[in-house]
C-alpha cells in the first residue's frame, strides 16, 4: 500500500493547511501507482496529472487533467499516475494529499 510522510506547512501556508498533507516542488514530478484506490487531493497549487488507461468518454481519452486547490482526482487500485505542479504563482510548491479509499 501507498503511504505518504506527514509533512508540516511553513508558517505562511498555515491558512490552507490541511493534516497529512506533502510538498511538490516546482520543477519535480511523482510517479505512484497505489495498491489501493484512493483520491489525490490538491491543497494549495494546481497540477496537471496524467493516468494510465484505459480511458472513456468525452475529453479524457488521453488521461490527462488539470486538478486545482479543493479538487480531487480518483485513482484506482494498480493505476499509475504522474504529476507535476502546473504554473504555480512564483513557482511555489503544491501541497496535496494522499486519501486511500476503503
Same mark, same amino acid.
Given at each position: 500500500m501507498f503511504?505518504?510522510? @506527514? &509533512?508540516? +506547512? %511553513? %508558517? @505562511?501556508?498555515?491558512?490552507?493547511? =490541511? @493534516?497529512?498533507?506533502?510538498?511538490? +516542488? *516546482? $520543477?519535480?514530478?511523482? @510517479?505512484?501507482? *497505489?495498491? #489501493?484506490?484512493?483520491?489525490?487531493?490538491?491543497? &494549495? $497549487?494546481q497540477v496537471w496529472a496524467t493516468l494510465? !488507461? %484505459?480511458h472513456a468518454g468525452h475529453g479524457n481519452e488521453s488521461g490527462d487533467f488539470f =486538478?486545482?486547490? !479543493? #479538487?480531487?482526482?480518483? =485513482?484506482?487500485?494498480?493505476q499509475r499516475l504522474v504529476f507535476e505542479p502546473w504554473r504555480t504563482a512564483h513557482e511555489a510548491p503544491v501541497y496535496f494529499e494522499w486519501l486511500n479509499l476503503r
Open positions: 503511504a505518504m510522510k @506527514s &509533512q508540516k +506547512l %511553513p %508558517p @505562511s501556508h498555515e491558512g490552507c493547511a =490541511v @493534516s497529512g498533507c506533502a510538498t511538490l +516542488l *516546482p $520543477g519535480r514530478a511523482i @510517479s505512484l501507482r *497505489p495498491r #489501493q484506490a484512493g483520491l489525490l487531493r490538491i491543497a &494549495q $497549487g494510465d !488507461g %484505459p =486538478v486545482k486547490a !479543493g #479538487q480531487t482526482l480518483a =485513482v484506482g487500485a494498480d
